[in-house]
T-cell receptor
Framework: DAGVIQSPRHEVTEMGQEVTLRCKPI?????LFWYRQTMMRGLELLIY????????DSGMPEDRFSAKMPNASFSTLKIQPSEPRDSAVYFC??????????????FGEGSRLTVL | AQSVTQLGSHVSVSEGALVLLRCNYS??????LFWYVQYPNQGLQLLLK??????LVKGINGFEAEFKKSETSFHLTKPSAHMSDAAEYFC??????????FGIGTKLQVIP
C-alpha cells in the first residue's frame, strides 16, 4: 500500500520566492497534518485538516504561510514570500479518525526546504 | 495544555546493553501516549502507543514502555540494543481527542 507521498523531497530557493509543498495522504484517512521540523524547535504542528476542512491553524507562523486541501487526496503548503528562517524539513502526516486526532499518525518522508 | 519532556537529547549505549529513553508528560486529562522513531532522511513511524488498559505496552523491534500515572512518565526500554536501533526517538502526548504534541526527540547512538 502506498504511504503518504510528499513532493518535492528537496527544494532550494532564494529568499522572496514562492514555495509550494505537496502531499498525498493515505487513501481513506480523514485527518491530514502539516508539521515543521528544525533542530532548534523540534517538531511543530502547523495546521491540520479533518475531511478537507482546516480545523486548527494556530501553529502557522505568520501570514506568509497558507495551506489548502481541495480534496481528500491532495494538500498543499505554500510559503510566499519565503525567508531563510523558513529552512526546515516539512512533514505531512495522515491518520484515520475514530477518537479525534489521537490516532496513529502516518508520516511522509518530508520535504527539505533550504531558503538562501 | 499538554507538554512532553524528553530527558537527554543524545543517548549512547553499547551494542547489547539496555536502552532507556526517558519521557515525562503533563496533561490536564488522561492522555494517549506514543513513541515514534525516525531513521535518517525518513518520516516518523509509530513504535508503540498507550491508550487505555494495560500500562505496559509492547511495540515493534523489541521495544516496550510503561505508563506510570503517579510519575507522569512513559519511558521507553529495550533489553538489548542493536546497531539498527540507532535513530531519533520521539515521545508524544495527546489528551483524549486533542492534537498530538511531540517532544524534542532523543538521538540514540549504538556503539559496537
Amino acid at each position: 500500500d502506498a504511504g503518504v507521498i510528499q513532493s518535492p523531497r528537496h527544494e532550494v530557493t532564494e529568499m522572496g520566492q514562492e514555495v509550494t509543498l505537496r502531499c498525498k495522504p493515505i487513501s481513506g484517512h480523514d485527518y491530514l497534518f502539516w508539521y515543521r521540523q528544525t533542530m532548534m524547535r523540534g517538531l511543530e504542528l502547523l495546521i491540520y485538516f479533518n475531511n478537507n476542512v482546516p480545523i486548527d491553524d494556530s501553529g502557522m507562523p505568520e501570514d506568509r504561510f497558507s495551506a489548502k486541501m481541495p480534496n481528500a487526496s491532495f494538500s498543499t503548503l505554500k510559503i510566499q514570500p519565503s525567508e531563510p528562517r523558513d529552512s526546515a524539513v516539512y512533514f505531512c502526516a495522515s491518520s484515520l479518525g475514530g477518537g479525534g486526532v489521537a490516532g496513529e499518525l502516518f508520516f511522509g518522508e518530508g520535504s527539505r526546504l533550504t531558503v538562501l | 495544555a499538554q507538554s512532553v519532556t524528553q530527558l537527554g537529547s543524545h543517548v549512547s549505549v553499547s551494542e547489547g546493553a539496555l536502552v532507556l529513553l526517558r519521557c515525562n508528560y503533563s496533561s490536564s486529562v488522561p492522555p494517549y501516549l506514543f513513541w515514534y522513531v525516525q531513521y535518517p532522511n525518513q518520516g516518523l513511524q509509530l513504535l508503540l502507543k498507550y491508550t487505555t488498559g494495560a500500562t505496559l505496552v509492547k511495540g515493534i523491534n523489541g521495544f516496550e514502555a510503561e505508563f506510570k500515572k503517579s510519575e507522569t512518565s512513559f519511558h521507553l526500554t529495550k533489553p538489548s540494543a542493536h546497531m539498527s536501533d540507532a535513530a531519533e526517538y520521539f515521545c508524544a502526548v495527546s489528551p483524549r481527542g486533542q492534537k498530538v504534541t511531540f517532544g524534542i526527540g532523543t538521538k540514540l547512538q549504538v556503539i559496537p
